[in-house]
């Protein structure tokens, strides 16, 4: 045992030295053309939930029939995602290609370890949609090509709307507020399922209130979250809040409400289109309850407002398969698959000219009218580590939920977001 | 005769306070050759696998984790493998800040209240342990080493669901008992309901190594020293004073030392419970160094909290340190 | 008459209550984990489970990779704490039975060593690690594993070996053995129960890590098993079933180990417990 404790630091030991001498590998290989692809492997992060296995299954035939080479996709959980990302991108062998959200890429730019994607820009990205693609600019390079969007809807038990009574799908806030009520009083259903954290709902609130999370302060940014309009945001989430058991000092994959929602015991939930395959996945028999509807607005004509989520595909800087990297690219955006994806996930593809995949997919049907008038969280690289646990704007949520006035509870976290927002990267 | 065994029970007893050991004759140091010389090398070679593995595994860390706190180390930095000192800027920055002094205070309120727990119920335990019959002995031995042996992360996810908001089964058992304002009560909805079943887990966790070592003590005891007591009018309490407590005075001492070292090191426990929240109300020296190295990728903020951590649990331990370095001194 | 039938009575009633309590947590998370759902998640709790189901096993079980977790966390839980007893029993034994300079330095260093607090040591760690090239590998978790447990076990076994009586040695030696020998026949097998105390602590403490597996290995074929409990229990949060089922197949190794090792253990720190 000794000795094998020996030879292990020795390996050690030899290890270090030889990554020190073959730091330049990489840029050798980087370079290499179709020829050495064969016999090699990629592999892909995505997200859980993102890339529906259908998708993944006929991208990999295609990869790996076009190229010789093999696909590994490795499905990744969003818990603790950041720091894993962030020690994967300073490795030698990272993952080669990942799925990076869009909040989260221009952070993830500013540090270098993503790979400049311009000349896939040129080759196949001239028309993707541009308010779409910006978050994958920093410094004017492209550092990602876009994959898709998405914003939430309302995801609802048609059975348990039925037994209260309820034939048609609110069209204003205030009529979804009073069909919760309803649910409430006339079924033993929880009327909605919404967590404390659930903050990508809040974040779409706010813009719907035409409010901002930053404002920028000389040249720095800082917190805007005792802005009255985040405030009305906030009272908004309350009432509907009020109508849900959930815990308050949870987010929504905290349990995933997918998973809550399928034991068919809630009204409903605001989430992702692709959440409702989850669901399925856990409980056969939800499937002919579900329903989708846009999250209503104060008033019918303005549905509103969302945040509008997405991922962003990346190279890994340190990948020794650059060219394998941007041929996986190039197939996985291709028209056929960005739009099999847009097609299976009900998501909005990164071409405006793929959104007819979408025809006759009641999710993204139901997500359009939002989409819409959507907004992001801020597109700066400070504002990932706002986002790090613990989010400090979920602890405003749950502090107002358990009756903290909005302006009080603001002051309490402002601090910590000014502090991470002044992080230097 | 056993050097150890005595010593412990007569530190600074004149008698054993001899100084150094007489070394080998010197000569036999020039003759490397010489078995007296080989004899001499002994302990070292012996020390040998130990003090590398020390060295490599841990003070490489250690030193590492130095150099990193001196740095300016964010993702852009680790990714790209940038070497940005910064002097004693991150020391500065965690010093000046409100939070650091006030997790210091939490941590050490934190490790009394938990260690004071453990030693009090826990040797209440060993003692009632000496006590039982064979076979009620057994029975408690049962259930103090399925405690014992509960892992960490298991026994943690017990707890949340034994404390769960809904379903849990200890708000059905207060609501039933008449407190009906804890039928939901959520218990990490706090920093003191969060506290109180983080120490509850804990001390569930730690009596057990406490009692049964303690048990294990008291069976020990030479019967002879009861006698003599009981033969001068001793009581229970005084024998118990006069003839337990001192026997088991060394043993206590050391089973503190390391029961203060566990609980401040506390890590799964606290952070899985509620990963320091609410409001990172509940997070110790370890998880706040976790949380703003790690968790907030400031990671050479994060190593100069770390290095930070260590010195105050040096502090804290520090009057068990001179002891043992006193009572060694004594014992050669 | 009536206070010493008292007398006889207070213990074991206090036994029992605490009986009960320490092992009520326990018997939960079994109890739990056999009962269907419509038991678990009901305003009065079913004390005593009277349906039995295996579904929860079957949902913890069915995770990716499960059984290579399992193989990984039993190769490195074993290996590591082999490691640290070998390497312990050589220190331990020149500090409890050899008089030497710096002996009080050695002893002091690894009580020092004691305190380390790897958790918030794990990028440094991470680091080093990486740089040379060991990540997702098995042999880096075992190592640190071993010497997250070395100094304990050191101390601990140095309080056993000084608790064998020196004249049995030196008896063996007047009898013609070597120290070596002696050390073999004699003192190794006194120092069986002592060993295995001690092992104890190795194989809770390597069972368990989870910060450094969880930065050094993203590869789920080089992962262990705490990793796997603890995005279980993210995942299924609210189905208490299933991370209960979960948490009994973590758990269940190690209490079993216990129990087994129960009785040795306990005579073994009797022996020990004097120096403690």
């Known amino acids: 045992m000794k000795r094998k404790l020996a030879s292990a630091i020795v390996i050690a030991g030899m290890m270090v030295s030889v990554a020190a001498c073959g730091g330049n590998d990489g840029n050798d290989s980087k370079d290499a053309g179709p020829s050495s692809w064969k016999g090699q492997t990629l592999t892909v992060w995505t997200m859980d939930g993102s890339a529906p296995p259908q998708w993944s299954k006929d991208v990999q035939a295609a990869f790996e029939k076009k190229t010789g080479a093999k696909l590994k996709f490795e499905i990744q959980k969003w818990d603790g995602i950041q720091q894993k990302i962030t020690t994967a991108l300073s490795e030698d062998t990272p993952p080669d290609v990942l799925e990076v959200g869009n909040t989260q890429t221009p952070a993830y730019a500013s540090t270098g370890g993503l790979a400049d994607l311009g000349d896939l820009k040129q080759s196949i990205g001239a028309d993707w949609t541009a308010s779409v693609s910006k978050s994958s600019v920093y410094d004017g390079k492209q550092y990602a090509a876009p994959w898709y969007f998405a914003n939430r809807v309302v995801i609802y038990n048609k059975k348990i709307w039925a037994k209260a009574g309820i034939n048609s799908t609110p069209k204003t806030r205030d009529e979804f507020l009073k069909d919760l009520d309803t649910i409430g009083k006339k079924t033993d259903a929880e009327p909605i399922y919404l967590p404390g954290q659930n903050w990508y709902f809040l974040d779409g609130l706010i813009v719907g209130q035409g409010g901002d999370l930053v404002k920028k302060q000389g040249d720095k940014y800082v917190s805007n979250l005792a802005d009255p309009k985040v405030a009305a945001a906030m009272e908004i989430y309350k009432k509907y809040a009020a109508y849900s058991k959930a815990p308050k000092d949870k987010d929504e994959a905290t349990p995933q409400q997918a998973t809550v929602f399928a034991k068919g015991k809630t009204g409903a939930f605001i989430g992702m289109g692709w959440e409702a395959a989850t669901a399925i996945q856990a409980n056969k028999s939800i499937e002919k309850d579900l329903g989708y509807f846009t999250i209503p607005g104060a008033t019918a004509d303005k549905p509103e407002g969302v945040f509008l989520g997405g991922s962003n595909l990346a190279v890994a800087q340190n990948s020794k398969k650059q060219s394998l990297a941007k041929e996986f690219l190039k197939i996985a955006l291709s028209d056929q698959y960005e739009g099999e994806l847009a097609k299976l996930s009900g998501v909005i593809p990164n071409k405006t000219s793929l959104e007819s995949n979408l025809k006759g997919n009641a999710a993204a049907e139901a997500a359009a009218p939002g989409a819409a008038v959507g907004g992001t969280t801020p597109l700066i690289p400070e504002w990932a580590a706002v986002e790090n646990t613990p989010n400090p704007i979920k602890s405003y949520m749950t502090a107002v939920l358990n009756g903290k006035a909005p302006a009080a509870a603001a002051k309490d976290v402002e601090g910590e977001i000014n502090q991470r927002l002044a992080q230097q990267n | ?332 | 008459m009536k206070r010493s039938l008292f007398g006889r009575i207070w213990p074991n009633a206090t036994a029992v209550v605490l009986f009960v309590g320490l092992v009520f947590p326990v018997y939960w998370m079994f109890a739990t984990a056999f009962k269907p759902t419509g038991d678990i998640i009901t305003d009065n709790p079913v004390w005593f489970p009277k349906h039995f189901t295996l579904s929860h096993f079957d949902r913890a079980v069915h995770a990716d990779h499960f059984w290579t977790l399992v193989a990984n966390s039993v190769t490195v839980t074993l290996c590591s704490v082999l490691l640290s007893l070998v390497i312990a029993l050589f220190a331990a034994f020149a500090l409890a039975r050899m008089r030497f300079k710096g002996r009080r330095g050695f002893i002091v260093t690894f009580m020092l060593a004691q305190m380390a607090p790897w958790e918030v040591m794990i990028i440094a760690i991470y680091m080093i690690v990486r740089d040379g090239d060991m990540l997702n590998s098995l042999v880096p978790l075992t190592v640190f594993y071993a010497m997250m447990v070395l100094p304990l076990t050191v101390l601990t076994l140095r309080g056993y070996i000084a608790a064998v009586p020196k004249e049995l040695e030196e008896s063996a030696m007047v009898d013609g053995c070597t120290r070596l020998q002696a050390f073999r026949k004699v003192i190794f097998p006194l120092l069986a129960p002592g060993l295995m105390a001690t092992s104890l602590f190795g194989f809770i403490t390597a069972w368990n890590e989870f910060p450094l597996v969880l930065i050094l290995n993203k590869d789920i074929e080089k992962q262990t098993l705490p990793l796997w409990l603890s995005q279980f229990q993210t995942a299924f949060g609210d189905d208490w079933g299933a991370t209960m089922a979960a948490s009994s197949l973590f758990a269940l190794p190690i209490l079993i180990l216990f129990i087994f090792l129960q009785r040795k253990a306990v005579s073994g720190l009797t022996d020990g417990a004097v120096k403690g």
């Open chain 2, 1 to 332: 005769m056993s050097v150890q065994t005595e010593g412990t029970d007569t530190a600074g007893g004149p008698a054993v306070r001899k100084g150094r050991a007489p070394a080998p004759p010197r000569g036999a140091d020039r003759a490397s050759r010489s078995p007296a010389a080989r004899l001499a090398a002994a302990p070292y070679l012996l020390l040998l696998p130990a003090l590398v593995a020390t060295l490599v595994l841990l003070g490489w860390p250690l030193v590492k984790n130095g150099m990193l706190s001196f740095q300016n180390l964010n993702p852009r930095q680790l990714i790209q493998h940038l070497t940005e000192w910064n002097g004693f800027h991150n020391y500065q920055q965690v010093l000046t800040g409100s939070d650091f002094w006030k997790v210091v205070e939490r941590s050490v309120l934190f490790t009394a209240a938990n260690v004071v727990l453990i030693m009090l119920i826990g040797t209440l335990i060993g003692l009632l342990l000496a006590r039982l019959g064979k076979k009620m002995r057994l029975t408690l031995l049962v259930g103090l080493v399925l405690a014992w042996a509960m892992p960490v992360i298991a026994a943690t996810t017990v707890y949340q669901w034994l404390f769960a908001q809904r379903f849990g089964v200890v708000n059905w058992v207060l609501d039933k008992l008449g407190w009906h304002s804890m039928a939901d009560y959520n218990w990490m909805g706090g920093q003191f309901s969060t506290f109180s079943v983080i120490v509850l887990l804990i001390v569930w966790q730690s009596i057990p190594f406490v009692a049964i070592n303690l048990y294990a003590a008291t069976t020990t005891i030479p019967k002879e020293l009861y006698e003599a007591a009981s033969l001068d009018g001793a009581g229970a309490w005084q024998s118990f004073t006069s003839v337990t407590l001192p026997f088991l005075r060394p043993f206590l001492y050391s089973t503190t030392f390391l029961e203060v070292i566990w609980v401040f090191k506390a890590f799964p426990q606290v952070f899985a419970m509620n990963e320091g929240g609410p409001d990172r109300l509940t997070e110790t020296l370890p998880i706040y160094a976790y949380v703003e190295g790690v968790g907030n990728q400031h990671f050479g903020v994060g190593a100069a909290i770390s290095f930070l951590t260590i010195l105050v649990l040096l502090v804290i331990t520090s009057y068990y340190l001179r002891m043992v370095l006193k009572q060694e001194e004594d014992e050669l």
